[in-house]
């Protein structure tokens, strides 16, 4: 008989209905500004709690070095788009913990992780702006995850000025037909067919 142990990745109470819409954003005529990557929310409050959220996955830092926030944008057909986004299963913190339960449990113990995954979709439309930015963002480019708030019924929406962004590479930019059948996002969706 194997012995488990378990680890919890950071999680909060997810609320589909606070996360809007997505918004992307780049300059064309000064490549060297990061582009941007809005994450539009009903609240203020809730925009705080999601991007605290992000940065207890990268440790506390604003810059994501390491890539232990998971971004992947899936094109799911013409008309729509998912976003997911959770703590990489290679953070630091999680592989310590799996080799120290070797360590004390020895070859045979079973680690589980437990961690949330978000996901949420979005209309890829004519006028959907993740068209343009997929045309200009390379994999090793940072962008800047911004939070915003707003309502997107109206199309009214602001920068939360008192959210510090999070800096981030390797984004995932992707359709559904090609993504590793093993991945997170491929798992995930199977699960909903």
Same mark, same amino acid.
């Not at 409050?45 to 991007?51: H, K």
């Not at 440790?59 to 799911?76: A, F, V, Y």
């Not at 299963?89 to 449990?105: A, C, G, N, P, Q």
């Not at 480019?141 to 390797?170: Q, Y």
């Given at each position: 008989?194997? !012995?488990? +142990?378990?680890?919890?990745?950071?999680?909060?109470?997810?609320? %589909? &209905?606070? #996360?809007?819409?997505?918004? =992307?954003? *780049?300059?064309? /005529?000064?490549?060297?500004?990061?582009?941007?990557?809005? *994450?539009?929310? /009903?609240?203020? &409050?809730?925009?705080?709690?999601? *991007?605290?959220?992000?940065?207890? =996955? !990268?440790?506390?830092?604003?810059?994501?070095?390491? !890539?232990?926030?998971?971004?992947?944008?899936?094109? &799911?057909?013409?008309?729509?788009?998912?976003?997911?986004? =959770? %703590?990489?299963?290679? $953070?630091?913190?999680?592989? @310590?913990?799996?080799?120290?339960?070797?360590? @004390?449990?020895? @070859?045979?113990?079973? %680690?589980?992780?437990?961690?949330?995954?978000?996901?949420? #979709?979005?209309? =890829?439309?004519?006028?959907?702006?993740?068209?343009?930015?997929? &045309?200009?963002?390379?994999?090793?480019? @940072?962008?800047?995850?911004?939070?915003?708030?707003?309502? $997107?019924? +109206?199309?009214?929406?602001?920068?939360?000025?008192?959210?510090? %962004?999070?800096?981030? +590479?390797?984004?995932?930019?992707?359709?559904?037909?090609?993504?590793?059948? !093993?991945?997170?996002?491929? /798992?995930?969706?199977?699960?909903?067919?």
């Amino acid at each position: 008989m194997k !012995n488990s +142990t378990m680890f919890i990745q950071p999680i909060f109470e997810y609320k %589909p &209905e606070e #996360w809007q819409a997505m918004i =992307y954003s *780049f300059n064309p /005529q000064n490549p060297s500004d990061k582009p941007l990557v809005g *994450f539009m929310f /009903q609240s203020e &409050e809730y925009a705080t709690e999601f *991007f605290d959220l992000l940065r207890a =996955y !990268n440790n506390g830092e604003s810059i994501d070095k390491d !890539n232990n926030i998971r971004l992947s944008i899936i094109i &799911e057909d013409p008309e729509n788009y998912s976003v997911y986004i =959770y %703590p990489s299963e290679d $953070r630091k913190s999680v592989t @310590e913990f799996i080799e120290s339960s070797v360590e @004390e449990l020895g @070859e045979n113990v079973q %680690p589980l992780i437990m961690q949330l995954t978000m996901c949420k #979709w979005f209309p =890829y439309g004519e006028n959907s702006t993740l068209k343009a930015f997929r &045309e200009v963002y390379k994999s090793d480019m @940072e962008v800047e995850l911004t939070a915003f708030t707003g309502n $997107r019924n +109206t199309g009214h929406f602001e920068k939360v000025d008192t959210i510090e %962004p999070i800096i981030k +590479t390797d984004i995932l930019i992707t359709n559904r037909k090609l993504l590793d059948k !093993n991945s997170m996002e491929a /798992q995930h969706f199977k699960n909903f067919k």
